[in-house]
């Protein structure tokens, strides 16, 4: 008979703990939050926005790399398979948080505002595509898709625990076309909801740099969970060094990807030397913008490429966690530069919204995560790739 590898009553307890910690934990931020907007609802939903897309770049993310699991197979998606569907189970509350974000179109986008497209011949120009009822369809189009693979993706997969293999073949044939789609509509939904922020800005690699980011969140946060449960049953006895190797590895090359999308973005755009797309960089680096910049070249890429570059760092959960943490926190610092200069063009400038609507936010997360991971067995014993990822060993 082959092993559930539930989650034990003493993780059961930890997680139902957690879950209580992290809901009020949210709950106050994001109400403290709501009362702030009152008296600044720009920086409310600025700071919303920012949230909103770093969290739904996890769930996005994970659901990503369950379809590049299920296309490519492999040992380190038997360990991390439910941890990532438990993830993209959170969509329905992602799909709802929009709603707030919805009501904040107006005091976000300025091509929102009838009158000043009146006056401003490139918002007239882009008026066809950028118009909030058209906004709101394409949004509900993309949570559809993002909520409809999500669902497929889990019901077969639990499916797969009372009769095994029964479900690899339409698992594949989703996850192929799955991931197209994703990559597109997340391409799309980037371009809506942070290039549109610049009433000029346009750039070819904006939605696959996004891709790359989500990526990143996504890894990043599977790692800390794989860390925090390899010191608990069941999954003690399963998780070795080699899994989070193969994960580090996966984290670096999605980094580089990263990378590389970004440094093509900038090439172009200085290359080009045009008026409507040089205007991005301007408030980005020839204010003191520039310094949260320089910052993250050097530690959202330079730093974590070298310490990723170790093998055994890679090898040792707690080391690869604080080098997670670190492309966490520059991912959220990456966000702010991409939404807030849209409004503040002078100079740096954060407010305390813009840091406790994301952590609430987060809080909402992460309740929604921790009340989905133990719904299922945390390691999908009956998948193909089970016998090899137990006797997994990398090079």
Known sequence: MTPSYSP????????????????LGG?????ASVIGAFFGPGDFFRGYLVG??????????STGLLMIYYITGGAWGVVTRRLLEAASRTLPLLAVLFIPLGLGVST???WAHPDLVKLDATLQHRSGYLNPPFFFVRAGIYLILWNVFAYFLNRWSAEEDTTPGINRSRLTKLSVPGAIVLLFSISFAAVDWTASLETRWASTMWGFLFVAAEGLTALSILILAMTWLSRREPMADLLSEDHFHDIGKMLFADLMLWAYFAFCQYLIVWSSNLTHEISYYLARTRTSWGWVGVVLIFFHFFIPMLLLLNRNLKRNAYSLSAVAV???????LDLIWIVIPAHYRQGFRIQWMNVTTPLGLGGLWFWAYLRELPRRPLVAATAPEFEMALAHETE
């Open 8 to 23: 034990g009553l003493l993780l059961r307890d930890d997680l139902r703990r957690f879950e209580f910690a992290v809901l």
């Open 27 to 31: 709950a106050l931020l994001l109400g």
């Open 52 to 61: 909103y897309l770093f969290w739904l770049g996890v769930t996005l993310g």
């Open 108 to 110: 976000l986008y300025q």
């Open 326 to 332: 670190l492309i966490l926190v520059m991912q959220y």
